[in-house]
């Protein structure tokens, strides 16, 4: 019995550090950002109509289920996004962060013009299949944008996070079932 009882115990600890896996796709329990350890909060699937487009994975320095205190908050963070469709225009990209910032603005992106093109002036070429996005917010109010472990570029303030992570955690997410699933809901 008593080896029963440590074989659970290890399995469950090894499951604990395992992290998550999504559509065949891991992400690691907890990062290092800014020398802060964030931890897995969920993980989800991006479909666009009946195609899977990315998973995605939310970091955070405490669980949370609170969307809005997510976008919120001035403390470090990241959604760090794995593709598993073949390719992604650059220019669908594009179109999809602007309606994406449309809607986690409420359509009042005025105030962010320059900050949202900065950003979306990054994606100039596809996304294909195993690439890799983070979006990772640091105490310095920088958002850094990373593309396959290249940094691309830092975009500051706290009210372009606050857009970039609407666009998934919202009212009016990109997927609703993606935003459940970062979120730890679903």
């Keep these: 019995m008593k080896k029963l009882v440590i074989l659970l115990v290890l399995a469950l600890m090894v499951g604990l550090a395992y992290g998550a896996e999504i559509a065949g796709v891991h992400f690691e329990d907890g990062i290092s950002v800014a020398d802060q350890k964030l931890i897995l909060n969920g993980t989800g699937l991006r479909k666009k109509m009946l195609v ?98 290249s940094e691309k570029r830092k975009i500051s303030g706290l009210p372009f996070k606050k857009a970039l992570f609407g666009i998934w955690l919202c009212d009016d997410p990109a997927d609703r079932s993606l935003k459940e699933g970062l979120l730890g809901t679903k």
């Excluded at 594009?94 to 359509?107: Q, R």
């Design 52 to 149: 899977k487009v990315y998973v995605a994975g939310l970091y955070l320095k405490e669980k949370s289920s609170d969307a809005l205190s997510i976008i919120e908050a001035d403390q470090p963070m990241a959604i760090i996004l794995k593709f598993i469709y073949d390719e992604v225009p650059a220019e669908k990209l594009i179109e999809t962060w602007k309606e994406g910032f449309e809607k986690s603005t409420k359509k009042d992106t005025s105030k962010l013009q320059r900050e949202i093109e900065e950003f979306n002036s990054i994606f100039n070429a596809p996304a294909k299949k195993g690439d890799t996005y983070e979006f990772i917010y640091l105490p310095t109010k920088e958002t850094v944008v990373r593309i396959n472990n």
